[in-house]
């Protein structure tokens, strides 16, 4: 098969061995993956993939069903599907356990349901699951016009709770109007904390935040009584001082939350969970994947650098060609 290689800081798309089948996995012919944010770090060594995953980059795909090991019910050969990965997406086969794989909602492409299950899974597990989001409670989404933002916006405005995003440009926060929240701020106009104090003058519930450092006194400042901080990522940096009063008075949960390193059992259940609240949301036409533009995949490296730019709507699509 043909896989994405890194040499020399270049993308290769170029032979590599297929992955070996076991006991209770799906082999699927890859026509679509999509890139996130992790694959950039990765490729600079800084995310490398957790204990037996492949080294390919790629933690989604869609496509086509080409066989399944011993045990697997979910799925059979022929079966239009996605998947979610701990890696290896971008090449033309991919093995992964069946829990992490979904039949495609009816009514998308190949190439639209590629662009589904990480960044879903991500906003879905860290909104509703780890921070128990409850009716109508208010949420900040910063990034909020990226992958796992533009899903998350549309799942708050389905589900009936309010949204605030932060992002890098007015267009951003038009798209992010448009796709449902009530209100943003422009990240390059200094601190969001007034903006998102006028939204929301006694806090707010939650905070998804893949900035970490930079926003993390702001964040403290702006959550509610029991208010939730979920950090998803570094984009801010690593290193920060806690006001711990604010914690404690405020009696704030601070949850650290990666998804790839999970168990499969426990990514198996955020897949359930996309299954039976998302996928009916997608078919009824509620919800959909937003895609920024779709490249081929020997065009790999152009696609990076694309995400790097911070220009990006949603998701980069990588087509496999078939
Ligand atoms: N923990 C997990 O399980 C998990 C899973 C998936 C993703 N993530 C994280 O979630 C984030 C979004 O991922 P994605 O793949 O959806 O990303 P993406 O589509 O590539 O969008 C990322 C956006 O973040 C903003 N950004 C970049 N550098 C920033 C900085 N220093 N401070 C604030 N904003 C910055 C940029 O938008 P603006 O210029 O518009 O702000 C950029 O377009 C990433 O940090 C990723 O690592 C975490």
């Known amino acids: 098969m043909k896989a994405i290689v890194i040499a020399d800081d270049k993308l290769l798309w170029q032979e590599s061995a297929p992955p070996d089948l076991r006991a209770g996995e799906v082999r699927i012919a890859v026509h679509a993956t999509a890139i996130n944010r992790a694959d950039l770090v990765q490729r600079s060594g800084g995310y490398p993939p957790p204990p037996g995953a492949s080294p390919i980059m790629g933690l989604e795909c869609a496509g086509v069903v080409m066989e399944t090991g011993d045990g697997v019910s979910r799925v059979k ?11 290896g997406g971008y090449a ?65 405005r389905e589900l009936g709770n309010p949204c605030f995003v932060t992002l890098g440009s007015e267009q951003k926060l038009q798209a992010c109007l448009k796709l449902g929240a009530q209100a943003g701020f422009v990240r390059h106009q200094g601190n969001f904390q007034q903006a998102l104090q006028s939204w929301a003058p006694d806090g707010v519930d939650v905070i998804l935040d893949p900035v970490g ?110």
């Open 77 to 87: 050969p022929g079966d239009a599907v996605c998947a979610l990965l701990s890696g």
């Open 92 to 156: 033309e086969q991919v093995v992964v356990a069946a829990g992490q794989v979904l039949k495609i909602p009816q009514g998308l492409s190949l190439l639209e349901a590629a662009a589904l299950p990480e960044v879903f899974a991500t906003a879905y597990l860290n909104l509703y699951m780890e921070a128990g989001l409850g009716a109508g409670e208010r949420v900040v989404l910063h990034a909020g016009a990226s992958g796992v933002g533009t899903a998350a916006i549309q799942l708050c």
């Open 213 to 322: 450092a930079e926003y993390l006194e702001a964040n403290l400042n702006c959550l509610a009584i029991e208010g939730r901080l979920v950090l998803i990522g570094l984009m801010g940096g690593a290193s920060a001082q806690i006001n711990l009063g604010s914690l404690l008075m405020k009696r704030i949960r601070l949850i650290g939350s990666t998804l790839r390193a999970r168990s499969v059992a426990a990514k198996s259940a955020v897949m359930d969970q996309l299954e039976s609240v998302v996928w009916p949301l997608i078919e009824q036409g509620k919800i959909k994947p937003i895609i920024d533009t779709t490249f081929a995949i020997s065009d790999a490296d152009a696609a990076h650098r694309h995400v790097a730019s911070n220009e990006t709507v949603g998701k980069v699509v990588l087509e496999v060609p078939q």
